[in-house]
């Protein structure tokens, strides 16, 4: 299986690059949260077997950052985009920035906006100031800063959501979509894609068990994450269409107790769209 899945990955970037995309399919590191717990180059070692290359995270889970580096070094695999809290954002956006530069990775990610029960307007307010104050000195480094939302910026709002508002006024900051988190929150992703082609920068491939209604409180039963294709989102036609948009890397997120199973199905199924 971890050879059909190397195969796979590799099918995968070949056909979006024959078509003129520089993509390449990526994990992010969260979807192994339990297995670093206990095996830190052994779970990096498990990502490189996938065939794996390019990653999302920034943490060490606990080693000094050069020792992580040396097997980042020694496994082939790349943090090309670090995470960062709303909190550093807002009061230490050097922390972020160094973070980045210590992976020579291109993207910081922040993935939650502190809020009470539901997401208001004033804190998408507050929210987008953080981010272009944030995201500006991310561009004076050379990277860009991109906000994850989670669904419950799809709030109604006048004749749109909260999500238009910040997506209109986001002038040094982008966004990555999580095709999961954005139907959790009531949204078609491909619609969204086609609205705001120019402002996600990096996509989450998650699908969805069938079942799931969906709401706007951000949260769900990770166990409602299952293998790509096997769910009720259209993974094959957003893949696509972000390598249309030129969108660069694509993460596997995969938060259930069955990644390790999963994500090598999910790697099948996205080498067999070279054929599609």
């Not at 291109?106 to 981010?131: G, L, Q």
């Amino acid at each position: 299986m971890k050879t059909f899945a190397h195969a796979a990955v590799f099918l995968c970037i070949t056909l979006f690059s024959s078509l003129g995309y520089a993509q390449e399919i990526g994990l992010q590191l969260y979807s192994l949260r339990e297995q670093f717990k206990t095996d830190v180059e052994g779970t990096l070692k498990l990502v490189s077997d996938w065939g794996i290359k390019s990653l999302e995270g920034g943490d060490t889970y606990g080693l000094p950052l050069d020792e992580f580096q040396d097997l980042l070094e020694k496994y082939d695999l790349q943090v090309v985009s670090v995470g960062s809290s709303f909190e550093e954002l807002r009061d230490n956006p050097a922390a972020a920035i160094q973070r980045a530069e210590d992976y020579d990775a291109e993207y910081i990610m922040c993935a939650w906006i502190p809020h009470k029960d539901k997401f208001k307007m004033a804190d998408a307010k507050s929210a987008v100031e953080v981010f272009n104050q944030a995201g500006k000195q991310a561009k004076a480094a050379g990277l860009t800063l991109v906000y994850h939302p989670h669904g419950y910026e799809f709030a109604k709002h006048g004749k749109g959501t909260l999500f238009d508002f910040m997506a209109e006024q986001a002038t040094d900051f982008d966004f990555e979509m999580d095709v999961y988190w954005v139907k959790h929150g009531g949204e078609d992703p491909m619609e969204l894609l086609n609205t705001y082609p120019d402002k996600f920068k990096l996509m989450h491939l998650k699908d969805m068990k069938a079942g799931v209604k969906g709401n706007l409180s951000g949260h769900e039963d990770v166990e409602t994450n299952v293998t790509l294709g096997t769910g009720t989102i259209d993974i094959a036609a957003l893949v696509r269409r972000a390598g249309e948009l030129g969108i660069p890397y694509l993460f596997i997120e995969d938060e259930s107790s069955s990644v390790v199973q999963q994500v090598p199905k999910s790697l099948e199924f996205l080498g067999q769209l070279r054929k599609m």
